[in-house]
Every structure is written in C-alpha cells, then in structure tokens.
C-alpha cells in the first residue's frame, strides 16, 4: 500500500495542530480510511504508557486515539517510521514543528497556519 501523507505544521505554539490533526484522523476514520499518526513535535505534558510497553506524549497518543488506534511508541518515533506506516496504513498524518524537513519522495499535502 502507498499511503497518501498529509503534514499539519505551524511555527507557533499552541496553533492547534494536534486539534486539527486528531480532527483530520476522526473524519478519515469515519469515512473508512485506515489512518495512521506521526507525532514530531516536541513531547509535552505527561506521558502516556502504551500497552505494548513505553510511553509516548499525550499529543501522540490523543492522535492514535482519534484513528481508532492504540497508542504505540511508533507513531513518535521519527520519520525512520514512515514506510513501515505507509505499508500498513492508507494516510499518514504528520504533526511536524515549523522548518521540519519532508524526506522523501511521496506526495505530500502540506497545511500550514502561519
């Protein structure tokens, strides 16, 4: 599978991107995509355990929570992660600070508030 990539940035914090983000992945949800997060915005606030073992920020696991997913330290583990996710997933959903480099080469649709 090729999933399609999608990355929510902002140069200011507290813009809302994770909002958006678990947004975009509860409307996929719904409308029968199998999305999948990528959280790489500085860790903040508590960290949440995950089931299979470790923790990842709140912020990544509110977006796995959105997508119907348990939380995982996957899904905060850095762009290294993003083909195994485009195999196994239709959308990947990247929540990225301002400036962060898109390595690769697959479609992207960038959206920023800046």
Known sequence: MSAK?????????GSGKTHFAAGLACWLKRHGHHGAPLHLSPPAGDPVPCPEGGAISRAAALLAEASGLMPEPLYESGWQAMPGLRQHFDTVFVEAPAGAPLPGAWPALHLSRD
Request: charged share 10%; proline share 0%.
């Open 5 to 13: 990539v999608i990355v929510i940035s902002s140069s200011t914090r």
